[in-house]
């Protein structure tokens, strides 16, 4: 982690304004895997009938699960090995059953490649190998302007389109380190950049938008977020219709837990981005004026913030593995007794 800090540094002193907000987010504790698993979480995904997240440390051992409450901690896919990344640090997805790829397996960076995960965490295989840089991001494009395909970041700021069938395709080489990535929803208002692919640099703080055919843009060339950027998220358009309890926003706060804003909290920010912020440990939303972007810190975490997800109703509806609904109904249940005594407490 203290290379990292060091690198990020150096760009903290030329940033773009924030303004502040009077009502900030408030964030609850959703699990806390110590003491058994003793480094500190970085991925953190919701895979249907469970919850997976990583921690910092390479080869076996390095994943673990919850159930829909956050509770149950246990070691999950004991036997499947992650090949070095940078500072040890392996993204974590799930698939959503489109494009072609199964519904709920898992998918975490491992070296310069990702290796796929069984749901039940018993079969593990390298989906994607040999890629230009260790890998910092993926995601599954859930709105189809990718073709519902995984797209990938690595160091090196190589963004690729990859098929369940492992095969690569480079979108775009953006010259810098890069981690961070979402898919702008359709009617998202966010320019011309609907259902573009927006990246984040930690480094030198520039996010930029990446069309299905590779052209790139640069959304805030001349003022670049300082704090070293870690997630990058829209806020989902349907986030918070269905009053799941699952439904929220998820993030790792490393080293110490896992954090958890509800829903109802994103009321009005929908369409927009948020941001959390490695150095500053702020979260912060992002919108677009129609010319740049505008930026307003909605939040803070006690800690270092990392990799996190929203959870919306429609990720949820997904279909899980077989044999998994009736533990998804008792999980549901489970979540909506934890979530009123966490929020009264």
Same mark, same amino acid.
């Given at each position: 982690m @203290? +290379?990292?800090? #060091? +690198?990020?540094?150096? %760009?903290?002193?030329?940033t773009l304004p924030v303004a502040l907000t009077a009502a900030p987010i408030t964030l609850n504790i959703f699990t806390d895997p110590h003491p058994l698993m003793g480094p500190g979480t970085i991925g953190f995904a919701y895979a249907g009938n469970k919850f997976v997240g990583s921690v910092q440390q390479d080869g076996t051992g390095a994943l673990y699960s919850t159930d829909l409450t956050g509770g149950n901690v246990q070691i999950f896919a004991p036997t499947a090995f992650l090949q070095p990344t940078q500072a040890s640090e392996h993204y974590v997805a799930s698939s959503l059953g489109l494009g072609g790829f199964p519904s709920r397996d898992i998918y975490v960076a491992s070296g310069t490649g990702v290796l796929h995960i069984s749901n039940n965490g018993l079969t593990s295989n390298p989906l994607v190998s040999g890629l230009d840089g260790t890998v910092r991001g993926i995601v599954f494009d859930a709105v189809g302007t990718f073709g519902h395909q995984m797209l990938v970041t690595t160091t090196s700021g190589s963004v690729?389109?990859?098929? *369940?069938?492992? #095969?690569a395709k480079l979108l775009a080489n953006l010259g810098a380190d890069t981690e961070g990535l979402d898919v #702008? /929803? %359709? *009617?998202?208002?966010?320019g011309s950049f609907d259902g573009q692919l927006i990246t984040a640099s930690e480094g030198t703080g520039l996010l930029h938008a990446i069309s299905p055919s590779g052209a790139?843009?640069?959304?805030?060339p001349? *003022? /670049? %977020?300082g704090g070293g950027i870690e997630e990058l998220d829209f806020v989902p358009l349907n986030l918070g219709a269905s009053h799941n309890p699952v439904e929220g926003f998820y993030g790792s706060n490393y080293t110490q837990n896992v954090l958890r804003a509800d829903a109802?909290?994103?009321a009005g920010l929908q369409g927009t981005i948020i941001l959390t912020t490695e150095l500053a440990h702020t979260v912060l939303d992002v919108t677009w004026n129609g010319t740049g972007i505008d930026v307003t810190q909605i939040g803070m975490f006690p800690s270092q913030p990392e990799?996190? %997800?929203f959870v919306t109703a429609a990720i949820i509806n997904v279909t /899980?593995?077989? $044999? *998994?609904? @009736?533990?998804? $109904?008792? $999980? @549901?249940?489970g979540a909506a007794g934890l979530m009123r005594r966490k929020l009264t407490r």
């Open positions: @203290l +290379r990292k800090l #060091t +690198r990020v540094a150096v %760009i903290a002193m030329v690729y389109q990859v098929s *369940s069938a492992g #095969t #702008t /929803p %359709i *009617s998202a208002h966010f790139v843009t640069v959304l805030n001349t *003022s /670049p %977020i109802n909290q994103f990799d996190g %997800i /899980p593995e077989p $044999g *998994s609904l @009736l533990l998804f $109904g008792t $999980g @549901l249940a």
